[in-house]
Every structure is written in C-alpha cells, then in structure tokens.
C-alpha cells in the first residue's frame, strides 16, 4: 500500500540507497545501531542552523565515514575548518565516552564530510522544518502552508502534500487538514518522493507535520 507506507522506506532498495552501509558480528550488531540512533540524534540537535535534511553513515574496521547533508555546509566547516574538528571531538565523546582512555580514542577514525544540497527549496525536511517553525511562533498556519507550496512549486517540484493533524490554531478539538497541489503518484516507485515528519510543539499542543515532494520519475 504505497499511500499508507514511509516512502522513503518503500523505495529504499530500489531509487534510493541505505543510509547505512556496514556489516557487524552478532555480538556488536546491537552496539553499533545503538551507536548509530546516537550520532542521528546528536547531529540533528547539532546542525539545525546548517539545515540538515539527511545523515549517511558507512563504516569499516576502524573508521567511520559520516556525510551530512546541509544547506549552509559553511556552518559545519567553520573558520578555517575549527567546526569540523571540534564535531569530530563531540562525535568521539559521544560513542567512546569521556573517560575513554588515549589509545582507544586513536585506533577509531571519525571522518565528516559535509555536503552541500543543491536545492533546499525541494528538500521535504527544510520545508517541514519551516513549518514547524512557523506554528511554533504562532504565524497563521493557511498562510504559512500556502506559502511554503508556492516556494516548492516554483522551485521546479512537480507535486506537494502538506497534511497537519492536531491542535491546528489552538483549537479546542483536534483536527487533520490536507493541502495539496501537483501530483504525488505514492504507488508509482520510480517516482522521487521526498517524504518527512515534523512535531510543532504549538502552545495548544503538538501539531504533527507530514511533507511529501515529488519532483519526477528515475529512470535507471
């Protein structure tokens, strides 16, 4: 059912890549997903000012490669690329521990690679994020979503669907609007959907986000 499930999920495999590529024993299999929910977490929390739409990590014996995809990739580089070796030291921090003894620290390499996305305008996580933004410092949520759908559509998008279920403008009772324009062929897997989820903690309450984008078909 490609209008019930996560399209990202559903395509993965198939358009899109993993965004995790490592193989582990059975013994450090659970470790290193622990591992990997804690970098997500941080690196969200991290590089919110940058506009980060998505983490890939891959790993090998002793090294982890992680390419951030940004917005502003200067954020994360910083002067003289002082930003980068200090997200490398938190990032080392955070999965060995503060008290991780010197050669343990060395024999794991962290790489970050920041990339640049080309067109922000399109990316489903930006615009949610925006949105989330938005209601959570009480803009009117019609002209906030209607806007958001102009930008995407003159971007070049060939579809939008924004769907807002809860306390939609402090109202007593919750409720689930849909606004749409273009098409979103959620069936169709060689369509590119980008699809992402956002709570706005709204002073009602929360008012979750939903933002699929299509933007055409690959072809292999």
Not at 44 to 61: D, F, M, P, Q, W
Not at 67 to 92: A, C
Not at 146 to 172: C, D, F, H
């Amino acid at each position: 059912m490609g209008q019930k499930i996560n399209p990202t999920g559903f395509r993965t495999g198939v358009i899109f890549p993993t965004k995790s590529i490592w193989y582990a024993s059975f013994k450090d299999y659970a470790k290193n997903v622990l591992e990997e929910h804690k970098i997500r977490k941080f690196l969200n929390k991290k590089l919110v000012l940058a506009g980060l739409t998505k983490v890939e990590i891959k790993r090998s014996i002793n090294t982890i490669d992680i390419y951030v995809h940004v917005s502003r990739p200067g954020v994360v580089i910083g002067r003289g690329g002082s930003g980068l070796e200090q997200l490398k030291k938190e990032l080392t921090t955070l999965i060995l521990g503060e008290r991780a003894p010197k050669a343990k620290i060395n024999l794991v390499k962290i790489n970050l690679h920041p990339i640049e996305v080309t067109q922000p305008e399109i990316s489903a996580t930006l615009v949610a994020e925006r949105l989330a933004n938005q209601l959570e410092h009480r803009y009117p949520t019609r002209r906030a979503v209607n806007q958001a759908i102009e930008k995407v559509m003159a971007a070049g998008a060939k579809g939008i669907k924004i769907t807002l279920g809860g306390r939609i403008n402090g109202a007593e009772i919750s409720r689930r609007e849909k606004y749409k324009q273009g098409q979103i062929p959620t069936q169709t897997l060689r369509a590119n959907i980008d699809y992402c989820e956002r709570p706005a903690l709204t002073r009602s309450g929360y008012v979750g986000i939903k933002v699929w984008i299509y933007t055409g078909e690959v072809i292999a």
